[in-house]
């Protein structure tokens, strides 16, 4: 006796059919993607030999640049060649006289010095970076606030106390102290 309509196995065809259907599809996608990497691959290959042939080349024009220069450079006198560096050595240092900054230096001792103290001359050193300071202070505690403002500041650093002494009453003032001061400005190196 058969039953028209009535199949034990449809159900499962069915979901086995979907399975292979999604399983089929994730292996072309998958195998999609591996093709796409394959490609992105051999291009960066690509790519990366190109660069380092553009890279040799470059480096082999640098070596005739170089060579060139130094076949050049026999050929220049010692003398012209000194008289030139001294030359640039002249700029050099203008070109360092313009670029320290004399504001920045001011501010920083503006913000230092505290109100017993009065600064007489300032000179920077250029090459080193050191500034030496000539004043008066009404008192110790006045020196001793100077030294602790410039030693606070991050940019300035190594600072010593070099003289102070007594410095006699004028016009029946009081008794103040002279002093001198150095201190690196920058950050060390």
């Known amino acids: 006796m058969l039953i028209v309509g009535f199949n034990l196995a449809a159900a499962d065809y069915r979901r086995s059919r979907r399975t292979v259907l999604l399983l089929s599809g994730l292996s072309a996608a998958l195998l999609v993607l591996l093709v796409l990497q394959g490609v992105g691959w051999n291009t960066l290959r690509r790519e990366g030999t190109a660069v380092a042939a553009r890279l040799g080349a470059m480096q082999s024009e640098v070596r005739l640049h170089q060579e060139q220069v130094r076949a050049v450079r026999v050929t220049i006198p010692a003398e012209l060649v000194k008289r030139y560096e001294a030359k640039v050595a002249a700029y050099n240092q203008i070109l360092d006289t313009f670029a320290f900054s004399w504001i920045g230096l001011l501010v920083e001792l503006e913000h230092s010095v505290p109100p017993g103290v009065v600064l007489a001359e300032i000179h920077p050193d250029l090459g080193t970076g050191r500034v030496a300071l000539r004043g008066t202070a009404r008192s110790f505690e006045d020196l001793t606030k100077l030294l602790t403002g410039l030693e606070q500041r991050t940019t300035f650093r190594d600072v010593y106390l070099l003289h102070q002494s007594a410095k006699k009453p ?10 001198s001061v150095t201190f690196i400005q920058g950050r060390p190196r």
Do not use: I
């Open 170 to 179: 004028v016009a029946n003032g009081p008794e103040v102290l002279d002093f």
